[in-house]
T-cell receptor, first 115, second 111 residues
Framework: EAEVAQSPRYKITEKSQAVAFWCDPI?????LYWYRQILGQGPELLVQ????????DSQLPKDRFSAERLKGVDSTLKIQPAELGDSAMYLC?????????????FGPGTRLTVL | GQNIDQPTEMTATEGAIVQINCTYQ??????LFWYQQHAGEAPTFLSY????GLEEKGRFSSFLSRSKGYSYLLLKELQMKDSASYLC????????????FGAGTRLAVHP
């Protein structure tokens, strides 16, 4: 069964350092999402791509976060500089398209700890 | 604003039935999803409702009432492996399949 791949699974960094997360969606899925999930809360959308274009980044803290999906396949999310409050699980998801019935499938996530 | 409410925690006994409720107030509605999330793992898709009524899928069923802004997930014949968080998410209008998630309900199944 096809899965969303993410790496690394765990990342520990010091504040003010830069971190990057990678995601490879299910083959053929045009839409890719990055979510942040703080412990005890539901996932919150950071950025959404349709192919290589950003269609929603309204909740992305653009002063420190950036995301790209250059060839419309895999994607990278970067934080620079990291802050203590960025400690969370970063989840990547993909779906066939942007129809409301298109199920989003999640990867295993990257757990970030900022010291 | 967008608001999705679920109970924070629930406990149930192995073999029993449990109902997890979700109420929502969103700007538009294009469907409601339920996901299961085991501790430290990714959410996995359980069900999708867009029309009023009950959708049954094995031991799990999901109900939706659009007029009441209400859904529930029904889990039958509970097993220990059902201990997990259950996330209610609404696909709100104005976004490209943008999901708004509730905080999740942590279910503990005990023998």
């Amino acid at each position: 069964e096809a899965e969303v791949a993410q790496s690394p699974r765990y990342k520990i960094t010091e504040k003010s350092q830069a971190v990057a997360f990678w995601c490879d969606p299910i083959s053929g899925h045009a839409t890719l999402y990055w979510y942040r999930q703080i412990l005890g809360q539901g996932p919150e959308l950071l950025v959404q791509f349709q192919d290589e274009s950003v269609v929603d980044d309204s909740q992305l803290p653009k002063d420190r976060f950036s995301a790209e999906r250059l060839k419309g396949v895999d994607s990278t999310l970067k934080i620079q500089p990291a802050e203590l409050g960025d400690s969370a699980m970063y989840l990547c998801a993909s779906s066939l398209g942007t129809a409301d019935t298109d199920t989003q499938y999640f990867g295993p996530g990257t757990r970030l700890t900022v010291l | 604003g967008q608001n999705i409410d679920q109970p924070t925690e629930m406990t149930a006994t192995e073999g029993a039935i449990v109902q997890i409720n979700c109420t929502y107030q969103t700007s538009g509605f294009n469907g409601l999803f339920w996901y299961q999330q085991h501790a430290g793992e990714a959410p996995t898709f359980l069900s999708y409702n867009v029309l009023d009524g009950l959708e049954e899928k094995g031991r799990f069923s999901s109900f939706l009432s659009r007029s009441k802004g209400y859904s529930y997930l029904l889990l039958k014949e509970l097993q220990m492996k059902d201990s997990a968080s259950y996330l209610c998410a609404v696909s709100a209008s104005g976004g490209y399949n943008k999901l708004i998630f509730g905080a999740g309900t942590r279910l503990a199944v005990h023998p």
